[in-house]
Structures are given as structure tokens and as C-alpha cells.
């Protein structure tokens, strides 16, 4: 990196979208943001732009627009915000309901309990304070590195609510592809709302189809319903892609009398979870629309993890490990499995790092190629060559500048993907046998397998939790909000700033440096 004197502009808030370019250099400061630039530096500006709007470094001043903007961004929006004639009143959730009460209020029995989450309790975005743009997985706001608190609103249940449990009509849906964990977060939602003391709760099937399609009916829920269905994978209520607009999902909505929604989906099912509590808002419908991410890929910003992420690289092991048999058995033997990560790499970087079978591992965010003196299949000949065998681990998004492409889209609108695990199967066996040597490529894609299979026991307790803090999130008159672990702790994140742009493996971090570490892997490029 150039060294830089005095300052520098950058712009926060999205990413340069050239995921090939081998020079991209990490210089985003907004904690999590995890964007990328080409290596554009204005010496002669001390401003910082975030989000087009700018701010001068070289004020003393500057943190304080730094943190309003901030907070600005991560407001998340209530009830009170739009209908001021609400009055809170105190929360049924009461883990002492059983003994006796000593006080009535709004004709609810009420026990003060030290178990209530304050609504101006934060948590910490980041807990790193970088000494230096140059150390690794850097994010820095100014050349210095200047450390700026960033606080986001903790989960949990609050001493207020703002919905009588008796009034309450609450809908789940699930939308996207499987996840694992879908049942455990629905047996939860229900499991929560009906300690809050809500009676009517329904599942909409089929994912936001099921808001316009008539001949699916909802699907009542209670306790009794859910109590067993997170010892299965899949999702109850059925998932899908697509669906009616967000005018003819609102106006379900008020048919059905629904005034809390709870929305588990990745990036494009938040959008229109964001986009309905809008329109009803928009509407002047008192509606709470909670979100929680459901991504396999774990690329949601500002989160630790989502749910169904480490379930996916626990049986991705099962796959490396068949590959590696497969390929230390045969003479000459290559193992290649292709795991899920559309844009992201996490599966695959985490699977490769945990097995320590995998001689090679290829993300989306790191270009490579397979031809040529530094290319993938010259080291396959070195391994085979030097140990008799190679296991490969390769996304399913990375390398698509290598395969046919297709203009064709999924029905949420994602280009179809070209495959590109078959497409290193059959380039390698050309390969050896171009050199005259014999090679036994076995290629294993177990996307549906791990996509089906029931949470394991972290993403158990994972999806239990971020189940009850939706629902706590909704008493508390929250709305536009999604739920997620940010530093091991739970928060409430504001749709706009989560679904902005996906989230990436940095190439620069500690965790791809340890995979790169793991594997022994040379560059690629």
C-alpha cells in the first residue's frame, strides 16, 4: 500500500464491485462494512464522504458527525415514531408470572422483574482498535486509524410492551431455499408468544406465495403444533422464491387482521419484509414486521453468524471426508467438492479450515486461475506428484469468469449459476491426461444434503434465541428491524443497513489467512 501523509477520501456505506480484482486494497473505517477499493487516494482532501455526505478530517470535530451519522443509519424504527397516541403498558413476559402479583396495571397482573433489557442498552459494533491501515483485516476511517465507538440496540425482552397478547394476530413465514434451523426458529416464535399470552398465531406457507395463493390456506400454530418439528430439517410452513407484490401482500395482511409478521429469509426476503413494513406503516396499519436472517452463505452484515452456517460446515465435513478416502485410496486420486457460497466463501473457507483434508480451497472473493505456470492444475500435478493425492473445496460462485456463462435468473432474481465444480472435474482430467499421466478425479456435490439436515446443537441454541428476541422485538413496538449476534451478544439492526450489500471473506483477514496457512496453497493468479 502507498504510504499516505496526511489524508485520504473514502466513501462508506457499499463496496467497488470488481471481485476480481487481485489489487483491491481494504480501507472502509465504518466498522463491518467489509468494503473494497481500488487504490484511489486524494491526498490533497482531508474529507471523509459517508454516505454522500462529507466530512472533513481534518476538523477536531469530525467524530461528532461520524457518530450522528451513525446513529442516524442505525435508528431503528417504532411504533411511536409514526402513531404518537400509543400507550406502552407493562409486559406480560414475566418469567415470576406463577408466583403471586402485588401489582395491577392496564388490567394485566405485574411483578417487577430484573430480567428487562433497557431500551437505551447497546452493544459494541467492534472490539479491535487497529494500529495501522496495514495490519491485517484493517478498517479504518482515517490514515491514522482513529478508534470510533459504534453502539447498536441490544435484543431482549423490555419492561414495556406495546400490543395486548389477547389483540394479537401473528403470522410466520418462511421464504428462500432450506436452511438449517427453519423449524427451530418457528417452534420458538410460537413457543414466545404464547408465554406473552397470544392466541392467535399462523404459519404462511409456501413463503410469500402464500399471501396470494388462494387455495393455501394458513396454517394454524401452537405449542402443541411445534413443540417436535426442530428435530427435523426442512421448514413446516414450506418455503419458496418470488411471490405476489408488496401492495397484494399488505392488503392480506389487512384481511387477515395480521399485526405482527415474522419474516425468516437472507438479503431479498428482507428487502420485502422492509418494503411491507413500509406500506404499512405507509397505510397507518399499527404492524409490527420482524426479520430474521436465514442465509446458509453467513453473508449478512454486522452479524457474527446466521443461523444454519455452522451446521452447513459440520456435514460439508462429511463431504471432504468421503473426498479425501475416495482420493487417498486411488493412485493418483483427486477429491473435489463443491459447497455452497453463491458470493461468499464462508462455507468453504470454514469446512477447508475445519477438516484439514482439503490441499486447495477456492472462494468467490479470491480470483484464480487453473491454466498456466501459477494456475490450480499445475499444483494438482505438484501434490499428485509429491503426496499421491489432492482433496479440492470450491464455492459455487467462484470462478464464473472460467465457465459458460447464462443469462438465465432464479425466481428471486440471482443469476443461475455456471457450474464450476463439474468444470474443474473435467478440466483436470484433461489436464493429466494431456501430460500423460494417470489421475482418479472423484467431484461430490452435497448442496441439498447439507441444505435438508437438521441443526446441530450450536445452531440449535442459535436459533432459539434469535426466535425469542423477534418476538420481543415486536412487543417492544419495533418494526423494520431484523435479529442477529453481533460480538456474542444479540441485537436489533435496522433492515436498510443489513440487506445493503452482501457480506464478504476479506482476503486480507486472519481467518483466510489461516485457511491459506491450513491448506499450504500458493496464489492462483
Keep these: 500500500m502507498e504510504s499516505i501523509s496526511t489524508c485520504f477520501r473514502v466513501k462508506f456505506g457499499h463496496p467497488t464491485k470488481n471481485s476480481h480484482d487481485s489489487h483491491r486494497i481494504r480501507h472502509v473505517g465504518i466498522v463491518g462494512l467489509g468494503g473494497f477499493a481500488t487504490k484511489r487516494f486524494k491526498r490533497t482532501s482531508c474529507v471523509a464522504v459517508i454516505r454522500d455526505r462529507e466530512i472533513g478530517l481534518a476538523n477536531p470535530d469530525w467524530k461528532i458527525g461520524f457518530r450522528e451519522d451513525f446513529e442516524r443509519r ?7 415514531d409514526v402513531f404518537g397516541d400509543l400507550s406502552p403498558m407493562p409486559s406480560t413476559f414475566n418469567l415470576k408470572s406463577r408466583r403471586p402479583s402485588h401489582e395491577i396495571g392496564n388490567g394485566y397482573p405485574y411483578e417487577r422483574w430484573n430480567g428487562y433489557v433497557n431500551n437505551d442498552d447497546r452493544v459494541l459494533l467492534k472490539v479491535i482498535k487497529f494500529s495501522s491501515p496495514s495490519s491485517a483485516g484493517a478498517e479504518c476511517i482515517d490514515p491514522d486509524c482513529t478508534w470510533v465507538e459504534q453502539w447498536v440496540h441490544r435484543a431482549g425482552p423490555r419492561e414495556e410492551i406495546y400490543f395486548r397478547p389477547e389483540e394479537v394476530n401473528a403470522a410466520i413465514v418462511t421464504c428462500g431455499g432450506l436452511c438449517p434451523g427453519l423449524n427451530d426458529v418457528i417452534r420458538q416464535i410460537v413457543i414466545t408468544l404464547e408465554i406473552y399470552g397470544v392466541k392467535n398465531i399462523v404459519g404462511i406457507p409456501f413463503g410469500y406465495r402464500g399471501f396470494s395463493a388462494e387455495k393455501l390456506p394458513k ?32 392488503d392480506n395482511m ?26 404499512c406503516w405507509k397505510r397507518g396499519m399499527r404492524v409490527a414486521v420482524v426479520g430474521v436472517p436465514k442465509t446458509i452463505d453467513n453473508d449478512i452484515l454486522w452479524m457474527d453468524k446466521t443461523f444454519g452456517f455452522d451446521t452447513a460446515v459440520e456435514e460439508a465435513q462429511r463431504a471432504i471426508n468421503s473426498a479425501y478416502i475416495e482420493a487417498h485410496s486411488a493412485y493418483n486420486g483427486i477429491g473435489i467438492v463443491k459447497l455452497m457460497g453463491r458470493n461468499s466463501g464462508f462455507i468453504t473457507m470454514h469446512a477447508s479450515l475445519s477438516s484439514g483434508q482439503v490441499d486447495i480451497c477456492l472462494i468467490p472473493e479470491v480470483p484464480f486461475e487453473l491454466h498456466g505456470p501459477h494456475g490450480v492444475l499445475r499444483h494438482l500435478q505438484y501434490l499428485i506428484e509429491m503426496k499421491g493425492s489432492a482433496v479440492v473445496c470450491v464455492a459455487e460462485g467462484a470462478g464464473q469468469n472460467l465457465v459458460m456463462k447464462t443469462n438465465a435468473k432464479d425466481q428471486s432474481g440471482n443469476v443461475v449459476l455456471g457450474d464450476i465444480g463439474a468444470h474443474i472435474q473435467k478440466e483436470t482430467k484433461k489436464y493429466f491426461k494431456d501430460i500423460g499421466t494417470s489421475a482418479d478425479v472423484k467431484y461430490i456435490d452435497p448442496t441439498y444434503m447439507i441444505r435438508a439436515c437438521r441443526a446441530n446443537a450450536s445452531d440449535g441454541i442459535l436459533c432459539t434465541v434469535l426466535g425469542q428476541n423477534a418476538v420481543h422485538g415486536a412487543f417492544a413496538g419495533y418494526s423494520g428491524i431484523t435479529v442477529g449476534i453481533c460480538n456474542t451478544h444479540y441485537v436489533y439492526l435496522p433492515i436498510p443497513e443489513v440487506i445493503s450489500y452482501p457480506k464478504n471473506v476479506d482476503p486480507n483477514s486472519r481467518m483466510w489467512h489461516r485457511c491459506l496457512t491450513s491448506t499450504g496453497q500458493p496464489d492462483f493468479f
Design 74 to 80: 442505525f435508528h431503528i424504527p417504532h411504533l411511536s
Design 219 to 250: 396454517i394454524p400454530l401452537s405449542r402443541s403444533v411445534v413443540q417436535n418439528i426442530h428435530l427435523d430439517g426442512g421448514s413446516l410452513l414450506g418455503v419458496s422464491r418470488g411471490g405476489p407484490n408488496v401492495s397484494e401482500i399488505v
Design 254 to 279: 389487512q384481511e387477515r387482521g395480521i399485526d405482527m409478521l415474522f419474516v425468516l429469509g437472507g438479503n431479498g426476503t428482507h428487502a420485502g419484509a422492509n418494503e411491507i413494513h413500509n406500506e
